[in-house]
């Protein structure tokens, strides 16, 4: 997930490293109190999960505190590349003298994290890198030494960073550790008239798999993009992916549905969605997966496909046929059983004769079945 700029802000202060003080409004009205906390003059700057602001009008200067209320009535309800603005951040400005560029990233190719520094920070970052790339450094960071007083020394002098830069690049480090984050970047970085060292712009994208551990983010809503079906999933606890297609999909393990999709767009059909149940099948996380499925008016069947391991298939048969009794069918389900306890699985399901409701004995067939009854529908 990624976070807001005032909220990488917060993360960076928290670790010891300084931004100029700033608000954030959700409304006009609001803007001219806050820029008169701030001082008057303000940068008024769109929160938005998008990088290329400044270049598309969302960050500008504004001179008193009428001219900021004006600015963000200009700028809230904006779109900038596909993100509509909600909240405008007011900052107190800062005089630049040089803009400096840092981040740190995981490489996963590399399979350790990188420090990209440059002494040519700043909006045109990108261009730098493509044209001069000699003056972008870029040094592998060994994760369980992390950025020493050695190693940060090492990036500043790399990147010709001023040497005030050693303990800015060691907080952006503890940032990095310390809140779960995949990504943490400072552009720009910059050294004021006077000197400092002051972060004006923040990056940080958290590691989705340390979610349980970040609870202070939740309380922002989903993630810009994500569909209303997979937000229901999310709160339920699903594994759910929304695709384009028509053929709804439950497996078990995230690689058997990825080869179920396969499948299924081998047989000319295209998967709805991805859903992973993962181990063990509850009649509940049954329910909840179909429930997310049916909602999806493009389905026109559903296939379960389970490959009974550690999950037993006549625990599996008994989710389905329990979830059938608060879940009502309105479209064909194929199941496919095979593997742990089969044969009990299938006869639990034939069992239960419900008329939406097939088995095929193997995957290519259940995929197969799927797909038809799809196109039938
Ligand atoms: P981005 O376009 O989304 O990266 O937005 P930034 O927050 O990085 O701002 C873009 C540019 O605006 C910066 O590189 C600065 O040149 C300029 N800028 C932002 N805040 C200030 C400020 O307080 N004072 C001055 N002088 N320039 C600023
Ligand atoms: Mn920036």
């Known amino acids: 997930m990624d976070l807001y700029e005032h909220q990488a802000r917060e993360l960076f202060a928290e670790h010891g490293i300084a931004v100029p003080p700033a608000e954030v409004v959700t409304t006009a009205r609001d803007a001219a109190p806050a820029a008169r906390r701030l001082g008057g003059r303000v940068v008024v ?15 500008k200067l504004a001179a008193d505190e009428a001219a900021a209320e004006l600015t963000a009535r200009r ?19 800062v005089a630049i003298d040089t803009e400096f560029y ?11 994290f990188l420090a990209i520094a440059s002494a040519e920070g700043g909006m045109e970052i990108e261009q730098v890198a493509e044209e001069r790339p000699e003056a972008v450094a870029r040094i592998p960071v060994d994760p369980a030494e992390g950025v020493t007083e050695a190693v940060a020394a090492r990036i500043a002098t790399a990147a010709r960073l001023p040497a005030t830069a050693v303990p800015v690049l060691r907080a952006l480090w503890r940032v990095l550790v310390g809140e779960d984050a995949l990504l943490v970047e400072v552009n720009p970085l910059v050294r004021t008239t006077d000197g400092h060292l002051v972060a004006l ?6 590691d989705d798999n340390a979610r349980f551990r970040q609870a202070r983010w939740a ?8 569909s209303p079906l997979e937000t229901e999933a999310a709160a339920k606890g699903l594994n759910y992916v929304k695709l384009d297609g028509e053929v709804g999909i439950i497996g078990n393990g995230a690689g058997l549905v990825m080869s179920t999709l396969d499948v299924v767009a ?24 179909l429930t997310v499925i049916l909602a999806d008016p493009d389905v026109k069947s559903v296939l379960v496909n389970v490959f009974g391991g550690i999950t037993a298939c006549d625990q599996v048969a008994d989710g389905i046929v329990r979830a059938l009794e608060t879940v009502t069918l309105t479209r064909p389900l194929v199941v496919r059983l095979d593997g742990n306890n089969a044969a009990r699985g299938r006869e639990i399901l034939a069992g239960c004769a419900h008329p939406l409701v097939q088995q095929a004995t193997t995957m290519d067939g259940a995929a197969r079945r799927a797909a038809d009854l799809a196109h039938a529908g």
């Open 219 to 226: 309380a922002d809503g989903p993630e810009p993009g994500t």
């Open 102 to 112: 840092v981040s740190y990233v995981l490489d996963r190719a590399a399979g350790t």
């Open 75 to 93: 700028m809230l309800g904006m779109d900038i590349k596909g993100h509509t603005v909600e909240k405008v951040m007011l900052a107190r400005p």
């Open 201 to 206: 712009d923040g990056k940080i994208t958290l």
């Open 45 to 59: 700057k769109a929160q938005v999960k998008t990088g290329g602001r400044g270049k598309a009008g969302g960050v």
């Open 266 to 289: 081998g047989c000319g059909a295209r998967p709805a969605n991805f859903l992973d149940i993962g181990g063990g099948a509850s009649a509940q996380v049954m329910a909840d997966g």
